[in-house]
């Protein structure tokens, strides 16, 4: 399709890397770059439908509302794809601040220098507390 | 890894994907999402010591510096990477406003709504006059 033109559903061209494209989410406010997870068709579709960001765990194997586990769900303000229709950005409201599973805001909170990286970005909540079996 | 060390060299997990990860270059004043591209490598390490990005373009084959035929490369301003070391966050300047091959400011500049979907976004370059043979 042409970049100029507008998609049609389901908007994404999933078939060209193996059935998932790449979503990154984005605090809707600030502009943070939050996360980067995968959707298949049925994470799109329920993000679409329930305007709360889904995606496709690859090492679960599964749909995965995120949030599902921490109760910090992404609640989904804007979508926006690209050029090519293989990526997806989320503008969300992040519920509980943080969207890393280390209890940080951003899961991009290792900084790299010529001094070598280093962790940054305080934590907002103990994962021990939040993921307790 | 513990999410919670600081990484070494290479700092990134490129044998986790095949030896790519992804990479968002985001503007280091606005936070606008400008586009998602993919590293090997030595796109990492030429990114590293050139502080220009560079990627691996999957339909080349080939390391990509970005801007190479139209000029409008990205000066690299802050580099973080996240809390599993297979992604990338660039904060960069990017030169000629518009990071997107259509002419456009970013390659996310299709609006998703339960309308359907629309191209947004002003074009900048003429892409015609800018990738001349």
Same mark, same amino acid.
């Given at each position: 399709?042409?970049?100029?033109?507008?998609?049609?559903?389901?908007?994404?061209? @999933?078939?060209?890397?193996?059935?998932?494209?790449?979503?990154?989410?984005?605090?809707?406010?600030?502009? $943070?770059?939050?996360?980067?997870?995968?959707?298949?068709?049925?994470?799109? $579709?329920?993000?679409?439908?329930?305007?709360?960001?889904?995606?496709?765990?690859?090492?679960?194997?599964?749909?995965?509302?995120?949030?599902?586990?921490?109760?910090?769900?992404?609640?989904?303000? $804007?979508?926006?794809?690209?050029?090519?229709?293989?990526?997806?950005?989320?503008?969300?409201?992040?519920?509980?601040?943080?969207?890393?599973?280390?209890?940080?805001?951003?899961? @991009?909170?290792?900084?790299?220098?010529?001094?070598?990286?280093?962790?940054?970005?305080?934590?907002? @909540?103990?994962?021990? $507390?939040?993921?307790?079996?």
């Amino acid at each position: 399709m042409s970049p100029n033109q507008d998609p049609k559903p389901p908007f994404l061209d @999933f078939a060209k890397q193996g059935g998932l494209v790449p979503a990154i989410a984005q605090d809707h406010e600030t502009g $943070e770059v939050l996360m980067l997870a995968y959707m298949n068709e049925e994470a799109w $579709e329920r993000t679409l439908a329930t305007k709360k960001a889904h995606y496709f765990s690859r090492s679960r194997k599964k749909l995965w509302l995120k949030g599902e586990s921490s109760g910090k769900v992404q609640k989904v303000k $804007e979508i926006l794809i690209d050029c090519d229709d293989d990526t997806v950005v989320l503008k969300v409201e992040q519920v509980g601040r943080a969207a890393c599973h280390t209890g940080r805001r951003s899961c @991009f909170h290792k900084l790299v220098t010529e001094a070598g990286a280093r962790v940054v970005g305080d934590l907002i @909540f103990d994962p021990k $507390e939040v993921y307790k079996k």
